[in-house]
């Protein structure tokens, strides 16, 4: 109808296998539409949000280069502003030996350690997640603080439109329980015991 082609914006559905746990569209849903950014990566693999703007970028100017619609799809929602707000992704390499180091840490130790490096930060972040803790401390390591997000000259080069769906708290839970039980129905926990049996570890299951 629109002359358009999806991107994918769920950081997760990037991840080859990761298909009945993430919701991921099957290819009779696709009704023959091109989408882009699924299964491109090994979950054995980090794919950051920096990797995942640069390979975006690229394929929103194939796509407008065919006289098509580029439409973004989420997913996670720091994705799409990483497009449309032309935000500067700083691009540090993963520090593995450090990971390994505060992977030992605790959950509170962690957030003392971001909050004592850089407070700014650490008020942004979701301090719950471990994940996000360590690469915001491994970021500041390199770079000396996590770079407030920013816009680059220039990168407003598209029109676009945003469309977003609201709920109340309540009503997004109750949906949100609803579509956790259809996907364990649907064969979620055999899905995690095969990417297990394959070789993905348990650890690293629990990081996606």
Same mark, same amino acid.
């Given at each position: 109808?629109?002359?358009? *082609?999806?991107?994918?914006?769920?950081?997760?559905?990037?991840?080859?296998?990761?298909?009945?746990?993430?919701?991921?569209?099957?290819?009779?849903?696709?009704?023959?539409?091109?989408?882009?950014?699924?299964?491109?990566?090994?979950?054995?693999?980090?794919?950051?949000?920096?990797?995942?703007?640069?390979?975006?970028?690229?394929?929103?100017?194939?796509?407008?280069?065919?006289?098509?619609?580029?439409?973004?799809?989420?997913?996670?929602?720091?994705?799409?502003?990483?497009?449309?707000?032309?935000?500067?992704?700083?691009?540090?390499?993963?520090?593995? *030996?450090?990971?390994?180091?505060? *992977?030992?840490?605790? %959950?509170?130790? %962690?957030?003392?350690? %971001?909050?004592?490096?850089? %407070?700014?930060?650490?008020?942004?972040?979701?301090?719950?997640?471990?994940?996000?803790?360590?690469?915001?401390?491994?970021?500041?390591?390199?770079?000396?603080?996590?770079?407030?997000?920013?816009?680059?000259?220039?990168?407003?080069?598209?029109?676009?439109?945003?469309?977003?769906?609201?709920?109340?708290?309540?009503?997004?839970?109750?949906?949100?329980?609803?579509?956790?039980?259809?996907?364990?129905?649907?064969?979620?926990?055999?899905?995690?015991?095969?990417?297990?049996?394959?070789?993905?570890?348990?650890?690293?299951?629990?990081?996606?």
């Amino acid at each position: 109808k629109y002359n358009g *082609e999806i991107i994918s914006a769920d950081s997760r559905q990037a991840y080859k296998g990761l298909d009945i746990g993430t919701g991921k569209i099957t290819k009779k849903e696709m009704r023959n539409v091109p989408h882009h950014m699924l299964d491109i990566i090994s979950p054995k693999k980090v794919f950051t949000i920096a990797e995942w703007q640069k390979q975006t970028e690229k394929i929103i100017v194939d796509i407008i280069g065919r006289d098509k619609i580029p439409i973004i799809c989420g997913g996670t929602g720091f994705y799409i502003q990483s497009i449309v707000d032309g935000v500067v992704l700083p691009e540090v390499a993963p520090n593995f *030996e450090l990971r390994r180091k505060l *992977e030992k840490k605790t %959950l509170s130790q %962690l957030q003392t350690i %971001l909050k004592k490096l850089d %407070l700014k930060r650490f008020k942004e972040i979701d301090t719950q997640n471990k994940v996000r803790l360590i690469r915001a401390i491994e970021i500041v390591t390199v770079i000396g603080k996590v770079p407030p997000i920013r816009q680059a000259q220039g990168k407003n080069l598209y029109k676009f439109l945003q469309i977003g769906l609201t709920l109340p708290p309540e009503k997004l839970k109750e949906k949100i329980s609803i579509r956790l039980f259809a996907r364990i129905r649907e064969g979620m926990i055999e899905e995690a015991r095969s990417l297990h049996k394959n070789g993905l570890s348990w650890k690293r299951m629990k990081e996606l």
